[in-house]
């Protein structure tokens, strides 16, 4: 089993690595200059941390908080955003794009030959990946970022799903959270290909960065696993008030409204405000996902409505009873406190069972 997570740790974080090191030479490719190599040195913050993480938590995760995603989202992000900054001077041609792949075709035929007829196999599998990088290097550019969007997407969804999980997090909830993400990640990719493709706004640098900030913003929510995991409180003099208990009562669903409200869905529709009604840019699908926002922030401000109605209530129905109002998240310590009364009432009824019975008051 130690051996399935230190595998799990490493092979995930070797892909981080990889798709990491694809948009670094991407960067390079497309700017034509050498110095952007160095945004590859990033990727050692994730070799620091995956070492940290087999000498001190043997391979599994922290709670509440993954580094490993974090620091993938430090090292990849960079690249995406010179990318997409630069995406605005590329333009696809379909026949000279034809033309590179038939000529990188024949390129490869014909080193496929020679290897055959003088050179040995070593020299055959040489040539076939020069030719096969040659091959890629010909597709268009707004593909390779697109194609770079998806797979960063997967690789968190994946990604976070091939990590050791720690003892704080049970699989039940680990799958929430990867069908929470998969959803997620949908509606960030939808909102950066489909906004960003807009003519009127490649043209303009300035909604260009204010796009990518936002992307950037909604995508810090993948390292936090909150979304599933209540804070543990204690049944302490700070923690009985009020908000203290409603953060404790109900810290996923608060968190997950909060998402919606401050890091995507309220971000997402703001941006989209802005371009219909300073900008004056309109489509179908701006105004179809403009509305589809303003829908799920109305949602999530019914649902914080809603339980924070239960709350109330919840609280007036235990003062009416005259008990404490101790945090609901620890069934255990209550449990055993309820235990001990059982005990102690069961008690007193079998050493006393006669008197009992007959002073009890009916109940009519």
Same mark, same amino acid.
């Given at each position: 089993?130690?051996?399935? %997570?230190?595998?799990?740790?490493?092979?995930?974080?070797?892909?981080?690595?990889?798709?990491?090191?694809?948009?670094?030479?991407?960067?390079?490719?497309?700017?034509?200059?050498?110095?952007?190599?160095?945004?590859?040195?990033?990727?050692?913050?994730?070799?620091?941390?995956?070492?940290?993480?087999?000498?001190?938590?043997?391979? /599994?995760?922290?709670?509440?908080?993954?580094?490993?995603?974090?620091?993938?989202?430090?090292? &990849?992000?960079?690249?995406?955003?010179?990318?997409?900054?630069?995406?605005?001077?590329?333009?696809?041609?379909?026949?000279?794009?034809?033309?590179?792949?038939?000529?990188?075709?024949?390129?490869?035929?014909?080193?496929?030959?020679?290897?055959?007829?003088?050179?040995?196999?070593?020299?055959?599998?040489?040539?076939?990946?020069?030719?096969?990088?040659?091959?890629?290097?010909?597709?268009?550019? &707004?593909?390779?970022?697109?194609?770079?969007?998806?797979?960063?997407?997967?690789?968190?969804?994946?990604?976070?799903?091939?990590?050791?999980?720690? %003892?704080?997090?049970? /699989?039940?909830?680990?799958?929430?959270?990867?069908?929470?993400?998969?959803?997620?990640?949908?509606?960030?990719?939808?909102?950066?290909?489909?906004?960003?493709?807009?003519?009127? %706004?490649?043209?303009?640098?300035?909604?260009?960065?204010?796009?990518?900030?936002?992307?950037?913003?909604?995508?810090?929510?993948?390292?936090?696993?909150?979304?599933?995991?209540?804070?543990?409180?204690?049944?302490?003099?700070?923690?009985?008030?009020?908000?203290?208990?409603?953060?404790?009562?109900?810290?996923?669903?608060?968190?997950?409204?909060?998402?919606?409200?401050?890091?995507?869905?309220?971000?997402?529709?703001?941006? /989209?405000?802005?371009?219909?009604?300073?900008?004056?840019?309109?489509?179908?699908?701006?105004?179809?996902?403009?509305?589809?926002?303003?829908?799920? %922030?109305?949602?999530?401000?019914?649902?914080?409505?809603?339980?924070?109605?239960?709350?109330?209530?919840?609280?007036?129905?235990?003062? /009416?009873?005259?008990?404490?109002?101790?945090?609901?998240?620890?069934?255990?310590?209550?449990?055993?406190?309820?235990?001990?009364?059982?005990?102690?009432?069961?008690?007193?009824?079998?050493?006393?069972?006669?008197?009992?019975?007959?002073?009890?008051?009916?109940?009519?």
């Amino acid at each position: 089993m130690e051996l399935m %997570v230190l595998l799990n740790a490493l092979v995930t974080r070797l892909l981080f690595v990889l798709h990491s090191l694809i948009g670094v030479w991407r960067v390079t490719a497309v700017k034509k200059e050498p110095k952007y190599w160095l945004l590859a040195l990033l990727n050692l913050l994730l070799c620091l941390e995956t070492g940290l993480t087999l000498k001190f938590k043997q391979g /599994r995760g922290y709670k509440w908080f993954s580094p490993a995603i974090f620091l993938y989202l430090i090292c &990849t992000v960079p690249s995406l955003w010179l990318l997409e900054i630069h995406h605005g001077t590329q333009y696809c041609g379909n026949e000279p794009g034809a033309v590179q792949v038939n000529v990188s075709n024949q390129d490869f035929n014909q080193s496929r030959d020679s290897s055959h007829g003088s050179e040995g196999t070593d020299h055959h599998i040489i040539q076939t990946a020069k030719v096969f990088v040659n091959q890629l290097s010909t597709i268009c550019e &707004t593909v390779w970022t697109l194609a770079l969007h998806q797979t960063f997407l997967l690789l968190l969804v994946v990604g976070r799903w091939l990590l050791p999980i720690g %003892v704080e997090i049970t /699989r039940d909830q680990l799958s929430q959270l990867l069908l929470m993400f998969v959803g997620t990640a949908a509606d960030i990719l939808e909102f950066a290909s489909e906004t960003l493709d807009i003519e009127d %706004v490649r043209n303009n640098y300035v909604l260009i960065n204010a796009i990518l900030a936002v992307w950037t913003w909604s995508m810090l929510q993948f390292p936090l696993d909150l979304a599933v995991q209540h804070i543990g409180c204690k049944p302490a003099a700070s923690t009985r008030r009020i908000p203290s208990l409603l953060l404790c009562r109900y810290s996923a669903e608060l968190w997950n409204i909060g998402v919606s409200l401050f890091i995507q869905d309220g971000p997402f529709f703001i941006v /989209r405000s802005i371009l219909m009604g300073h900008f004056g840019i309109f489509n179908q699908m701006l105004v179809f996902f403009t509305a589809k926002n303003i829908l799920v %922030v109305t949602l999530q401000l019914y649902r914080l409505a809603v339980v924070t109605l239960d709350f109330r209530a919840t609280i007036l129905q235990k003062s /009416r009873k005259g008990e404490v109002s101790c945090c609901p998240c620890e069934p255990y310590e209550a449990n055993i406190h309820a235990t001990d009364d059982q005990d102690t009432e069961m008690k007193e009824f079998v050493a006393f069972p006669p008197k009992e019975e007959s002073q009890a008051p009916s109940i009519d």
